[in-house]
């Protein structure tokens, strides 16, 4: 087999192997990487993407260092040939997005850099593990409610769900109050009852 055979089908085997990465499996990816709430990342990469095309078509480029840049390069009309017939054919103006990769990314690619590692998101700051627990089919009026308390604490609605939640399960609920004084006969404060007694008629 020649150097040239020999070449190409070693191309062809790496072309098979390679993987096309979908939209979602790209999100997949980030959510796992940073923990952040999977609606979240596919907003933003959503807008991402719609920024970009935005910026592009108006003329502007999009840079993102280390990465690349986008930009619009707009073609002039123009006489091209047939290649069938080599008759003249007219070519109107037109206007393509472009995507020129940085050099960091052409390194990277070419193996004189080495890639950047991926690991995903681990314990959180206070050093207890995290879970991701995703909450679908929130009625919009609901989700709206909650946007608007996570803003007025100066806070993302994931941080403000967090809090929340955790506040929830840190507070007793009636059961485990009387569960604890039927099981050592231990004294409760009063206040802790009445907490406990306020929370559970707020949550009737």
Avoid: W
Avoid at 81 to 97: D, L, Q, S
Wanted: no cysteine; glycine share 6%.
């Amino acid at each position: 087999m020649s150097r040239k055979n020999r070449t190409g089908d070693a191309e062809q085997r790496a072309h098979e192997a390679a993987r096309e990465l979908s939209r979602s499996d790209l999100v997949d990816a980030i959510q796992k990487q940073t923990a952040v709430a999977r609606s979240d990342v596919d907003k933003v990469l959503g807008s991402l993407i719609q920024q970009t095309q935005v910026a592009v078509k108006r003329g502007d480029r999009v840079s993102l260092v280390g990465f690349g840049t986008f930009e619009r390069r707009d073609r002039k009309a123009r006489t091209a040939r047939n290649p069938r017939t080599g008759a003249p054919v007219k070519v109107k103006a037109t206007k393509i997005p472009a995507f020129r990769a940085g050099q960091g990314f052409k390194d990277v690619v070419r193996g004189k850099a080495p890639a950047p590692r991926i690991t995903q998101a681990r314990a959180d700051s206070v050093g207890h593990a995290t879970r991701m627990i995703q909450i679908r089919h929130v009625p919009i009026e609901v989700h709206e409610v909650l946007k608007d308390r996570a803003s007025q604490a100066g806070m993302s609605l994931t941080d403000y769900l967090l809090r929340e939640i955790t506040k929830l399960a840190e507070r007793p609920t009636i059961e485990e109050v009387l569960a604890t004084i039927e099981a050592d006969g231990s004294v409760v404060p009063t206040e802790d009852i009445a907490e406990a007694v306020r929370a559970e008629r707020e949550a009737r």
